[in-house]
């Protein structure tokens, strides 16, 4: 495997600015993801993929032609383009940590930010290997680049050495999957696949098989402005109201700071408003899907409270649904994950089935029909301008795809 082509790669898509916009009306929510979809085309056709294109959604599609000479189930690999709304994505710079020295890595542009090896417990095992973290100023798009620099690394590997012995196997990648739209314009015919396998998950050796349920509220607070000179009796402030709302939200159980493991939340993450009316988004999230309708009551109660105190005001709640547990959906394929545990193994790996926290294209993908693990692709606090990733677990989930790809041609 070429180190230096993968490196550069993933440095190549990340200096490119994909991040999604959750308020943009357009599909993909910003022409970023359009810029780097067009280069990858580019590249598929440099190394042989023939069939590579851009939809008009700026999904791309490509295949990596069957060498076996007889016929082979259909797989695909996924990774999405766009990067997290939380954390700029524009003039990305990444840092390159050659022979990692175990210590904890401060941010040139920004000395605050500090990747300690107290709060990343997967840094300092990987002394003396390549660390690509961000300057501080960015996050550096490892999710979900590193995954579509290493399905293009694969892609490459395969259609060079002819003695890897494989079906079709289809490469998509998606648009605006961080805000939860990813799958929207994928149509499983045109895909064609019986499973597929995101490559969007952390470190290396995991498989993720099961994920949260999610949905979106959104709740909205009419209060009544009117000049504070002569507010009183007459005002309405919508602020005060998210405020109470807010601090009614439960803080030591269901919040994001004080769960871990298969326990639920929710998270208000945004808000945004004035005097006359404020929005609060918050995340739903569970890996019971039924406990989501127990969130929703909740919100709906607790807004009916402070309305009875509150008669002037009014709230609205809307509920949107984003994605379902993919291990409800993973029995209609049950290959997909040993054979993605025998890949690993063959990779020199030992393998862990993982339920995550959070969701990934394949979440929506198994819930509309094809069942999609996700596979550790190295990424490392993701979201965040302390984001960084390895480069040698990259080149390990270049690896497993390889080995993927002879698993599911074994007759």
Known sequence: MNHNSLLKRFCDYVKIDTQADENSKTYPSTKGQLELGKMLVKELHEIGIKDAYQTEYGLVFGTIPSNAGRSIQTIAWVAHMDTSPETSGKNVSPIIHENYDG??????????????????????????????????????????KAGVAVIMQAAQELIKNNSIIHGDIRICFTCDEEIGKGVNHLDLKELGAIAAYTLDGGGQGEIDGE???????????????????????????????????????????????????????????????????VSIKIL??????????????????????????????????????????MADGMSKEPRAIPFAVEAMKLAGLQPKVT????????????????????????????????????????????EVLLHLAQVWAKP
């Open 284 to 325: 739903l999230r569970d890996f019971d899907s039924k406990k989501l309708r127990e969130y929703e009551a909740f919100l709906s109660q607790l807004a009916s409270q402070i309305q009875l105190e509150y008669p002037e005001a009014k709230f609205d709640i809307l509920v949107t649904k984003q994605y379902r547990n």
């Open 355 to 398: 339920s995550v926290r959070g969701g990934t294209d394949g979440s929506r993908m198994t819930e509309i029909g094809l069942p999609t693990p996700n596979l550790s692709t190295g990424e490392h606090n993701p979201h965040s301008p302390l984001e960084w990733t390895c480069l040698e677990e990259m080149e390990k989930a270049v």
């Open 103 to 144: 210590k904890d890595i401060i941010l040139p542009k920004d000395k605050t930010k500090i990747i300690t090896t107290t709060e990343n417990h997967d840094l300092p095992p990987l002394k003396g290997k390549t660390i690509i973290s961000t300057d501080g100023t960015t996050l550096l798009g490892a999710d979900n």
């Open 211 to 277: 994920t949260f349920s999610a949905d979106l509220a959104t709740v909205t607070i009419h209060g009544r402005n009117i000049h504070p000179s002569i507010a009183k009796n007459r005002m309405t402030n919508a602020i005060r109201l998210a405020a109470i709302f807010i601090e009614r939200l439960p803080t030591k159980k269901l919040a994001p700071e004080t769960t871990e493991g298969m326990e639920g939340f929710l998270h208000p993450y945004t808000i945004a408003g004035g005097v006359a009316e």
